[in-house]
């Protein structure tokens, strides 16, 4: 036994040796720029709601339909030599060697990215409280929160400087923040956006998103980011071409629209929210659109979305995902930067994490992955409840978020009711990242001088008609602006 022991020990040896001679994975790709600077945190006076975490100026070399438009990007969207963290102290040391393919194409199609936003602790929240740089407050009233994870996205849009945001959706983190804000926040058709060079969580959960005060920048920047990058694994049933622009706005009538109201997020919501939805909905009707309900739960089959990303979130730090169609670019980078931040820094990462994490831990030594199998395949009988929805409607509306913005200060302190306020504003927004369908959320309600977000949710890859939709609601109801 001892010879034969000696003899695996040998030959595994020599496995791992040989296995230490695969070629490194090519790095991310530089857009070629005229001017790449980190300009440094923005100082107080410019940024009242903590919504920056840098200034930058980075210009692409050459003119393009996007030349007139100031970007912001999430901190966790590559750009070579800009450090990326994440929001958290694990990432504090990391910089990206070369650019996110939607930095790239933003680029490359003229426009100018000039700040770097705020965001929740590795996008673990929906509250925007968590980041390592304090919490993101809501530009209507700073004693309250602007949402997460995407929330420095959102609250950067009220200073108007930047036309358009880049944000990112795993579970709300884009439509949160824009309906506590008074912001668009678009989270397109799972993969119509590439996700490379674009820090995970779950590949069946990730979204690019966009955010911005109108239709005509959201529209503008997708026809230049959509579409494969060859790279994304999330596109495998990405269309290969997109529109160039939108239909004439003014042939879209909201009164050749179906409309089907979500009932049990629509009866769940709080009193003052409902309010202002409903009376959105009277707007809607009185504009003409054929309007009705759906006794879809998007919550029947349970904790789908946590099923997904507690499990998931492990297998992203490990490097090791699933493979479930077309062909992957692994960040190995960014995965080892987290890896050894996560094993150094532990102590400091959130409340929220460190619990999923041990969590994670511990389904991986009873059952591995039975949650996350079991999830998948929840998430394609929430797809089937979606599509059936849809069927006898053009689009689903229902309130953004259950509650109006919650305050800065006096929240709880227990990890479990910290963690009910980090995801409680998930709770309508998850089912369309389950789903992967396109979904937004416009500024048309109010209460209390709060804005308060309507979600509208399409069918797959009818992205285009979604923001026609929106255009619609733009010119023929107006957003609403809080008092």
């Keep these: 036994m001892a010879d034969e022991h000696l003899e695996l020990t040998t030959f595994a040896d020599a496995i791992a040796s040989m296995l230490d001679s695969l070629a490194d994975v090519a790095p991310l790709p530089s857009a070629a720029t005229t001017h790449r600077k980190d300009l440094g945190p923005a100082r107080h006076h410019e940024d009242p709601c903590n919504a920056l975490v840098r200034r930058t100026h980075v210009v692409g070399t050459a003119p393009g339909p996007l030349s007139d438009m100031r970007v912001s990007v999430k901190d966790s969207i590559a750009m070579a030599g800009i450090p990326l963290t994440c929001g958290s102290a694990v ?13 790239r194409r933003l680029l490359d199609g003229g426009a100018t990215i000039t700040a770097v936003t705020n965001m929740d602790d590795l996008a673990f929240a929906g509250s925007g409280d968590t980041s390592v740089y304090g919490p993101t407050l809501n530009p209507h009233d700073r004693s309250l929160l602007a949402g997460g994870s995407s929330g420095g996205a959102a609250a950067s849009l009220l200073y108007e400087d930047d036309d358009l945001a880049v944000g990112t959706d795993q579970g709300g983190s884009v439509r949160v923040p824009a309906s506590w804000c008074g912001t668009l926040g678009f989270k397109p058709t799972h993969g119509l956006i590439p996700y490379t060079g674009v820090a995970p969580m779950e590949p069946t959960l990730d979204h690019v998103g966009l955010l911005s005060r109108s239709v005509e920048p959201l529209t503008r920047a997708l026809t230049v980011v959509a579409g494969p990058d060859g790279q994304d694994l999330r596109q495998h049933r990405c269309p290969r071409s997109v529109p160039s622009a939108l239909t004439d706005r003014s042939s879209v009538d909201l009164g050749n629209t179906r409309l089907r109201i979500v009932t049990v997020t629509r009866n769940a919501a709080d009193a003052p929210v409902r309010a202002a939805f409903d009376d959105v909905v009277e707007r809607l009707r009185s504009a003409g659109a054929k309007i009705g309900t759906t006794e879809l739960d998007p919550a029947e089959l349970g904790p789908v979305g946590t099923g997904l990303f507690v499990e998931g979130m492990r297998h992203t730090i490990e490097g090791v995902h699933p493979a479930y169609g077309g062909s992957e670019y692994q960040w190995v980078e960014y995965t080892e930067a987290l890896r050894k931040g996560i094993r150094d820094r532990h102590d400091e990462l959130s409340p929220q994490i460190k619990a999923t994490l041990l969590a994670a831990g511990t389904l991986q030594g009873s059952s591995p992955n039975r949650a996350y199998s079991r999830a ?10 979606y599509r059936a929805a849809l069927e006898e409607a053009d689009f689903l509306i229902e309130p953004t978020v259950p509650s109006l913005p919650v305050a800065v200060s006096g929240g709880p302190t227990s990890v479990a009711g910290l963690a009910d306020r980090a995801w409680a504003p998930l709770a309508n927004t998850v089912g369309a990242n389950i789903a992967g369908l396109p979904s937004i959320s416009l500024p048309l309600g109010t209460s209390h001088g709060l804005p308060v977000g309507i979600m509208v949710t399409g069918k797959p890859w009818h992205d285009w008609a979604l923001l026609e939709f929106a255009a619609s609601c733009e010119q023929q109801l107006g957003w609403v602006k809080p008092a």
């Design 91 to 103: 990432l504090r040391d990391f910089t990206p060697t070369g650019d996110a393919t939607v930095v």
């Design 376 to 385: 998948v395949m929840a998430a394609e009988r929430l797809r089937t409840s």
